[in-house]
Every structure is written in C-alpha cells, then in structure tokens.
C-alpha cells in the first residue's frame, strides 16, 4: 500500500482531537515540553521562553528575561520527584546556560532557582532527568557541542552541583552526524556499549519501559531499534513521505509506548503503530512546510501532543496541541457538589449552635479570678545545625569519534 494510500485511510480514522491552537509572540520555537500532570507547556526558542496554562490558554509569569546574553533556548524538560511536589522546569541555551525554574507557592510566578554557564559556553544540545531522583536531590545529565556530557544535580537548597548517577544507572548518548550510539557506565562515564545505527540520526527518544528507543534516520521515517539489541539490527522503520530536505525532526514516544510520533517537512505530524508499524493517523499541523518540534506527554490515560513549526524573525509562533483517552480516566477522589454543600451546610450549622451555647454560659455565670505566682521557666536552645553537602565534579569524555 503506498504512504498516500495510507494517510488517505489514517485520516479518515481520527482519533486525536485539536484541545487548543496557541500563538505567541516568541519567533522561532525550538524546544516545547508538557509538565508531568499535562497541566503545563513550555516552549523556548530565540525570544527565551515562554509558559501556559494549557487549560485556561493563558500565560504564566516568568522571571526568566535573559535571552539576550544567555543565548536562544534549545532544550526544555520538566522534573518531578513525587507526585506532591511542585514540578521543576530546566532548560539549556545556546551559550551554554542551564537554568531551572520553580513555580512560587505566594505569588505563583516561575522564579529561577538556580543559573549556571556550564564550561567555556558551548551550546547545550539536549538533556534528560533522572527518574529515579530523590526527593531532596534531582540529577540531570546535559549533553553539550563540545563532546561533554556532564551529570548535575539540584539538591534541596537549589544549589547545582556535578556529580554522576548513582545506583548504575546508565547514560544513553546519541550522535548526531556520526550515527553512534553509546552507553556510559553509571559510576564512571566509561563506555560500556557503542554501535553505529544505519542512519544519521536526527533526534533520538527512549522507553525504557519498553527497552526500546526510536530515531528520525532522515531519509524515509523512524527506525526503532532495542536498547540491548547486540545485533544491532533496526527492529522497525515506520515509513513516512519522502522528505524534500534532510533536516532533523524530533520523534517521541506515547501512549506509554504503545505509538510513535513525529514531525515531518510537510505540515503533518504522524502517529504510527509501535507493534504493527502502521501509520495510525497524521495530524494536520499545517498546509505544508517542516514540522521539527513536538513534544508528548501520558498522564492519567491521556496523551498530549504539542506540536510547532520555525519561523522567520520575530513573527508569531503557532503550536497545536491533540489529546486522545487511550485508557479509561481515573476519577478524581474529590467529593461531589452536593456532597459538598450539605457537608458546608452542616458545618456553618454547627458552629452557630456551639458559638449559641458558649455565648449563654458566659452570660449565666460570673468570672473567677485566680492569682498565680510567676513561675521560674527554664529556656533551652538547640544549636544551629548547618549540613554542607559536598561537592563531586566528574566529567564524562564520549569516545572521540562522537558528535553531540
């Protein structure tokens, strides 16, 4: 079956549908990423960045306004390490600044936390998160132009420091021009694994529920292939139309593994089958030109998928956003509207009938006076107590022949 065959058939079988249509006034977009809960999308590029409230269409304030001496914004990803906790957002320039934002619980402003220059100022490629973070200390690895991999962490006082990923787990590192994909040891940043895909890779995303990672090989589509695979075999190429210029086009991950998505130079964004490999349908991003930036995110059996295209200048940028319930929602264990205004009802009445009694008491009887005598009080102070975490720097050198 030829691909427009199949994009006939994959749009007559929709299944996401258009949540909102966004415009800000940001130029170019670079780098869009969804907020853990699907609540929130950032998207950055050469005006610096900007935040919305997906469901309300509005946006947030920022006190991040340094885009002129920081460089254009190339990469975003939004930490989380409990459910509870207020998310973190981190993203890189291209003038080698990572900087994370966190939403004030006074006045709900995203304030910077923490600012770095990473080395001499090189352009930071890509980042990642680790997930298995604690609570206290949040480890990000920052791929950068210059060959470095570098692993931070944020501890509890929003103070970064480099330390490398504990409890063995791996790095994964994707080249870009030289097709190398390489896995570093969690401990040391020794090079445990390094084969060459049969592409270039463009843009590279993983599941490692999945074992699986997935890479725009530029030329027909996205080839998938296993984390562990010592074959080195692509197990899948999910075919799209030829494109007219070979650009980079982000790919993601969604409905926890279960689809494909990616971008295109045609005005389409594709959603393919992970098992089966075929196109599931093509979201109708624009009439024609390079859809480079997406982003996805499940939360709740919900997939959200953002999607952009660059512009010339300081015109307006236009993002789209698709929701699909691949699985049932859970209901929020919030009580109903009327089991809440009785409960409200009940509560008022209540303390009217107690202030009522307290009120009749003390007009029915006469005040009693006691006299104490100044007890002597003894007053016991604990120490400051100041823990100062230390500090590890450990730099993770690729083998040479890797390009960021």
């Known amino acids: 079956m030829s691909f427009f065959a199949r994009w006939i058939r994959a749009k007559s079988n929709q299944r996401y549908k258009l949540l909102t249509r966004l415009t800000t006034p940001i130029g170019s977009v670079h780098a ?7 609540q929130l999308l950032v998207c950055g ?15 947030l304030a920022c006190s991040s306004h340094h885009h002129e001496s920081r460089g254009t914004v190339s990469c975003a990803a939004w930490t989380l390490t409990r459910p509870t906790a207020a998310e973190t957002l981190c993203y890189g320039t291209g003038l080698g600044y ?3 934002l966190r ?4 006045d709900k402003r995203f304030q910077e936390i923490c600012t770095r220059r990473l080395r001499s100022g090189f352009k930071i490629t890509c980042l990642s998160w680790d997930s298995t973070s604690s609570e206290a200390n949040t480890r990000i690895a920052v791929g950068m132009r210059d060959k470095i991999v570098q692993v931070l962490l944020l501890n509890a006082n929003s103070q970064l420091q480099s330390v ?14 030289d097709r190398n994909f390489i896995t570093l040891e969690g401990k040391d940043g020794t090079v445990v694994r390094e084969f060459s895909c049969q592409s270039v890779i463009g843009h590279a995303a993983v599941s490692l529920k999945r074992g699986l990672f997935v890479v725009d090989n530029a030329m027909d589509g996205f080839t998938m292939y296993c984390l562990e695979n010592e074959g080195e075999e692509p197990i899948r190429t999910f075919t799209t ?3 007219s210029m070979s650009v980079p086009k982000q790919v993601a991950f969604g409905e926890e593994g279960k689809v494909i998505a990616g971008g295109s130079d045609n005005g389409l964004v594709y959603i393919f089958n992970r098992k089966a490999g075929e196109l599931l349908e093509a979201l109708h991003h624009a009439d024609g030109g390079l859809v480079q930036t997406i982003a996805t995110r499940d939360f709740n059996g919900r997939c959200t998928i953002a999607s952009v295209s660059p512009v010339q200048g300081c015109r307006n940028a236009t993002i789209k956003l698709w929701m699909y319930d691949y699985a049932p929602r859970k209901a929020p264990k919030t009580p109903s509207n009327n089991y809440w205004s009785l409960w409200h009802m009940w509560m008022v009445l209540t303390q ?3 202030l009522l009694s307290m009120s009749i008491f003390l007009m029915s009887t006469k005040p009693v006076i006691f006299r104490v005598p100044d007890p002597d009080v003894s007053h016991t102070s604990f120490p400051d107590i100041r823990i100062r975490p230390t500090s590890i720097y450990v730099r993770i050198r690729p083998a040479s022949n890797f390009r960021a």
Not at 45 to 59: P, R
Not at 103 to 106: A, D, E, F, N, W
Not at 164 to 177: P, S
């Open 241 to 243: 139309a030829v494109p």
């Open 103 to 106: 939403r004030s619980l006074i």
């Open 45 to 59: 590029g050469t005006e610096g960045v900007k935040l919305c409230d997906i469901n309300s269409q509005k946006e």
């Open 32 to 38: 869009l990423a969804i907020s853990n809960d699907g």
């Open 98 to 100: 990572v900087v994370f």
């Open 352 to 354: 009217v009938l107690i």
């Open 164 to 177: 490398v990923f504990a409890e063995n787990r791996d790095i994964y590192v994707f080249g870009l021009y």
